[in-house]
C-alpha cells in the first residue's frame, strides 16, 4: 500500500487549502484514513480521521474542529483534508496515514497506523 499526499503550500492566515491523498490498493474502502501533522519542533500528532465508509463518521482534533473537514472518495481512492481559516499555528508537515485495523479507541494514535503518506508541506503566514 502507497500513499501519496498533495496539495500543501503557502498561504496566507485565513486562508484555505485542500490536501488530497492518493492510495494505491484494490481495497481502499477497508481502510481507516487520517490525517496527521508535525510542526517545526513538534511531535506528531493527530488531526483528523474518516471511517472506512465516510458517511459522516469522522473525528478531529479539538485545535482543527469546525475548521477542517476530512472526507474521502472510495471510487478514487482518495481521501482529502479540506482547511478553512487557517493559522500559522497549523503551519506543518501534513502526512495521510491508513489501518486496516485501528478501532474507534486508538484512532488518534499514531501507533494504529501502518502505513504512512510522505507528507505534504503547509506553511501559514501571518
Known amino acids: 500500500v502507497q500513499l501519496q499526499a498533495s496539495g500543501g503550500g503557502l498561504v496566507q492566515a485565513g486562508g484555505s487549502l485542500r490536501l488530497s491523498c492518493a492510495v494505491s490498493t484494490r481495497t481502499f474502502s477497508t481502510y481507516v484514513m487520517a490525517w496527521f501533522r508535525q510542526g517545526p519542533g513538534k511531535e506528531r500528532e493527530f488531526v483528523a480521521a474518516?471511517?472506512?465508509?465516510?458517511?459522516?463518521?469522522?473525528y478531529y482534533a479539538d485545535s482543527v474542529k469546525g475548521r477542517f473537514t476530512i472526507s474521502r472518495d472510495n471510487a478514487k481512492n482518495t481521501v482529502y483534508l479540506q482547511m478553512n481559516n487557517l493559522t500559522p499555528e497549523d503551519t506543518a508537515v501534513y502526512y495521510c496515514?491508513?489501518?486496516?485495523?485501528?478501532?474507534?479507541?486508538?484512532?488518534?494514535?499514531?501507533?494504529?497506523?501502518?502505513?504512512w503518506g510522505q507528507g505534504t508541506l503547509v506553511t501559514v503566514s501571518s
Open positions: 474518516i471511517s472506512r465508509s465516510g458517511g459522516g463518521n469522522s
Open positions: 496515514a491508513a489501518s486496516r485495523s485501528v478501532i474507534l479507541s486508538a484512532m488518534r494514535s499514531r501507533d494504529a497506523y501502518h502505513y
